[in-house]
């Protein structure tokens, strides 16, 4: 038991048995990306309050101060370090995770990039690449990855976050934000072709892709928008744990928004 005092064990046992939560054997259980603030920690709260094992990932937990709050709440809740870009990392976590089984994977993490390097007058390729290693290349390695332990679940989905900025659709509203848009049009792709190539692999698997709204968190400001329309991080994780529920391998297709809206291409 982590720091929970007997009086809060007890309250936890009475709910656990009033709401029939699941067991620690037979819950089910999350891995998340980009675990430390934002979307990636309200996704890693959220589960874990619904009793769900939830396996929370960072750069540098050491200095993830939320994040050590809820390991230090949460018993069904673990901390470990990832870098999507690193395979080393990568490959590290997935054996340490081998024979457990992952219900759900979350390709949460993501970077904007340097918003000044992505425009008609200044094209910083670099920038643009190391945008592309960790929203494209990083979850297409994580889905190879946690492939074993995704199809050993009972739920069997991968899902990725992806944005309104990479629809082609939206595009023809605002451009900028190149290898932004550029990294999340190519992991709708991505995702779409390991979809159609693993699917087989196990009943129900979905390969899929998601998207949280426009939500308050570093990214959505560093980005520049502010305006109406904004949502906070809970109310995304509201919308995005039914949409996570509803995902089936009957249904997956385009990306869908935390309020259950279809996103264009
Ligand atoms: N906020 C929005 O309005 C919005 C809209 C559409 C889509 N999204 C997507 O939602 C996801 C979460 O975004 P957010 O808004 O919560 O952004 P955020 O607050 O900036 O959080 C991004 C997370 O990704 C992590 N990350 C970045 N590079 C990483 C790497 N190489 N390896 C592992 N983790 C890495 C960050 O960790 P560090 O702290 O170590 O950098 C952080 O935990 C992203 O994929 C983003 O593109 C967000």
Known sequence: MKSASFSRTITLLVGALLLSAP???DAASILITGSNRGIGLGLAQRYAEMGWTVYA???NPAGADKLKA???QFDNLTVDE????DDVEIATLAKKLEGKSIDVLINNAG????????????IDYDVIKRIMEVN???PMKMTKAFLPHVKASEQKKILTMTSGLG?????QRLGRFYGYRMSKAAVNMAMRAMHADLKGEADGLVIGLIAPGQVQ???LFASGFRGPGSITVEESIDGLVGVIENVTAENVGPPVNYNGEEMPW
């Open 136 to 138: 494209v290349y990083g």
């Open 217 to 219: 968190t570093e990214l």
């Open 167 to 171: 629809s082609m659709t939206f595009t």
């Open 23 to 25: 067991t620690a054997a």
């Open 82 to 85: 990832l870098d999507v870009t």
């Open 111 to 122: 970077m904007l990039g340097d918003i000044t390097k992505q425009n008609a007058e200044n």
């Open 70 to 72: 809820l390991d230090a």
């Open 57 to 59: 990932t960072a750069r």
